[in-house]
């Protein structure tokens, strides 16, 4: 299984920009990289996913160097609504398994400040 | 729409009952799965549903965690027997079922309490 490696907390204030960086050395060649971002008494929610260089959306980017063993998550201008945890995963290296089961590290909690 | 709902949202049960935690997914999908997150821990997989079928219940602790789908839409977590470490939140997520890579709509949980 891949197994992704990311910084246990960050601090930031608002109107920053934040960028959370996830390892993930033995990602395989099907797998894609997907954040989720989890507050607080409810289920993790999908904020963005991408195979290789920038995908861009409402919420967030996300950055793919070409060896794809890392990506960075990068929210702009973060407001104390987006004080959560964040979670860098990467599709199941057991694609034979065939589930697209999540395998969720301990996360990123991003803890915004006034 | 409505999105993943789970009731009870909270359950608390005295070692050694029987508990059963409701699913209902978003309507029209067809992969289900269930997660069991503990304290400070990510969410971990139990097992998943394609359609009626448990397609993959590797995540399942032992013998007395069981769950069905049986008409490919409400899902039933069941846990018998029920310990202190059995105490966590459990997350049902529900996706279209079409690829793997597919987005996983989550609920907000069910937390469950073992005395």
């Known amino acids: 299984l891949a197994k992704t490696t990311q910084p246990i907390s960050m601090d930031s204030y608002e109107g920053q920009e934040v960028n959370i960086t996830c390892s993930h050395n033995?990602?395989?060649?099907?797998?894609?990289i997907t954040w989720y971002q989890q507050f607080p008494s409810q289920g993790p929610r999908f904020i963005i996913q991408?195979?290789?260089t920038k995908v861009t959306n409402e919420v967030a980017s996300l950055f793919i160097p070409a060896d794809r063993k890392s990506s960075t998550l990068s929210l702009p201008r973060v407001s104390l609504s987006d004080t959560a945890v964040y979670y860098c995963?990467?599709?199941?290296?057991?694609?034979?398994?065939?589930?697209?089961?999540?395998?969720f590290g301990q996360g990123t909690t991003l803890q915004v400040k006034p | 729409g409505a999105g993943v709902s789970q009731t009870p949202s909270n359950k608390v049960t005295e070692k050694g009952k029987y508990v059963e935690l409701r699913c209902d997914p978003i309507s029209g999908h067809t992969a289900l799965y269930w997660y069991r997150q503990s304290l400070g821990q990510g969410p971990e997989f139990l097992i998943y549903f394609q359609g009626t079928g448990a397609a993959d219940d590797s995540g399942l602790p032992n013998d007395r965690f069981f769950a069905v789908r049986p008409e490919g839409s409400v899902s039933t977590l069941k846990i018998q027997r029920t310990e202190r470490g059995d105490s966590a939140v459990y997350l049902c997520a529900s996706s279209l079922g079409t690829t793997h890579a597919d987005t996983q709509y989550f609920g907000p949980g069910t937390r469950l309490t073992v005395l």
């Open positions: 991408g195979y290789k």
């Open positions: 033995n990602i395989a060649t099907n797998d894609y």
């Open positions: 995963l990467v599709g199941d290296t057991a694609f034979s398994s065939n589930t697209g089961k999540l395998i």
